[in-house]
């Protein structure tokens, strides 16, 4: 019993520990492909936002380079033409909102305004200005922007870098009321290194905040959209959209360190509690950069453990349950056969001491093993019962030539040598010793009658 106890025992554990560090492994790797689902995942809608602000790099470029390319080689540029271009831009990228043009000098290109163009895209100074604005349908409003001031947002990083730039976010009153989050990109018109004008767009967020809450990461993951100043400009819950995303952090480590890592372009991911569904979930962040300016818009996701890591917890589930009806049938198979085992052994250890008693004289008779198998235990049996049978057959003949040896003695003594022991052995040294009595018996009779 206790052999049987220790081999269970280290079947058991053998197999336990063999299962633990094999459902371990499934487990990590289940759960670093669902990270890198989610990281795949946030990449591509980063991407495909990405394509969105350098389309409209894109857009800003191309309407500097139409009028420094017209400056710089004397194309004569109509004002209403002008006008055509920007709004053909607005009907080629319908994410754009407005299309605009400010000039600190417009003598460049344009003759000064002498009072007959009635068109609505003078500044008060008299200066080319013109704001082309979408309201859908193929219509478009023309105005005037403001007089050319280097200090306004929408201004102000273009004059001073030199380069393509985006504003922060602005809440801006559209027509009918309603208050949104805009953003303008702007480039500068420079001439002999000079910037004698800025070009930009003016796009709301509100579309790329509907398309990016709307996305749902399994059950309910969804994603943070931040822009490169830190406001935010896309959350599941829409009361956070515009607010800078400091505030909303609580001085949380980790969430301050997703802006901290947004800075430099590099991701981040960490575990904690998500404000917007109360579970404990996986966040990862993914930066990219606006044009060429080293300013980083970051796409975060945030997606709950008990979501991402349910085709995990599937493998281990169903590992474990595997592992313990592989361990029962083990177990019950190394117990069959142990109790086969102790089984046969009994009968092998009972045969053996009726054996040993029949040779200690304490019984006259012995048994056969009755194993009837073709295994190890059936071979041992037969070659047992057949020596037992062997000794059992020489010890039973050489009791009858004993027996007989004790006859022919009584015999002899009562005066009688005409006898002799009949009886015979496989035994070679009692029949050698049989064959020396009978001579001897011979020789005495035959010496007798001869006196």
Known sequence: ???????????????????????????????????????????????????????TIDVVNSMVNRVETAIKTDEKLTKAGMVEFQKNILKNNDFLYTAWIGFEDDSYLFDRYDGSDKNPYYTPKGVFQPLVTANGNGKYDLEFLPEFNKNDIY???????????????YEYEMSGGKKVLMATVS???????????????DFTLEAIN??????????????????????????????????????????????????????????????????????????????????????????ISASAEEEYLKSANDVRNFSLIFALVVTGLIVAIVMYSMRTLSKNLTIISSGLLGFFSFLNKETTT?????????????????????????????????????????????????????????KSTKNIGLEELKNSFNEMIEVTRENVCSD
């Open 1 to 55: 019993m206790k052999l049987i106890l220790i081999l269970v025992a280290s079947v058991i554990v053998s197999l336990g520990t063999m299962i633990f560090f094999t459902t371990k492994k499934q487990y990590e790797n289940a759960e670093n492909q669902a990270k890198e689902y989610i990281k795949a995942t946030v990449k591509s809608y980063a991407n495909e936002q990405k394509a969105i602000f350098d389309g």
């Open 187 to 201: 480039a500068p018109i420079i001439i002999n290194d000079k910037v004698i004008g800025v070009v930009g767009v």
């Open 366 to 422: 012995t048994k056969q093993i009755e194993i009837n198998s073709n295994d190890e235990f059936g071979t041992m049996a037969k070659v047992i019962n057949e020596n037992i049978k062997k000794t059992q057959d020489l010890i039973n003949q050489d009791s009858a030539l004993i027996d007989d040896v004790k006859r022919v003695v009584d015999i002899v003594k009562s005066g009688h040598l005409d006898t002799k022991i009949k």
């Open 210 to 299: 509907n398309a990016i809450s709307s996305i749902t990461l399994f059950d309910t993951g969804y994603f943070i959209f931040i822009e490169p100043s830190g406001a935010i400009i896309s959350h599941k819950d829409s009361k956070r959209v515009g607010k800078i995303y400091t505030d909303t952090a609580n001085g949380d480590i980790d969430r301050m360190n997703i802006l901290e890592n947004q800075k430099q372009g590099k991701s981040y991911e960490f575990y904690t509690l998500a404000k917007a569904t109360g579970k404990t979930s996986y966040f990862y962040s993914y930066p990219f950069e606006f044009g060429d300016t080293k300013r980083y818009f970051v796409l």
């Open 155 to 169: 201004l102000k990083n273009a004059v001073e870098s030199k380069k393509v730039s985006i504003t922060e976010p």
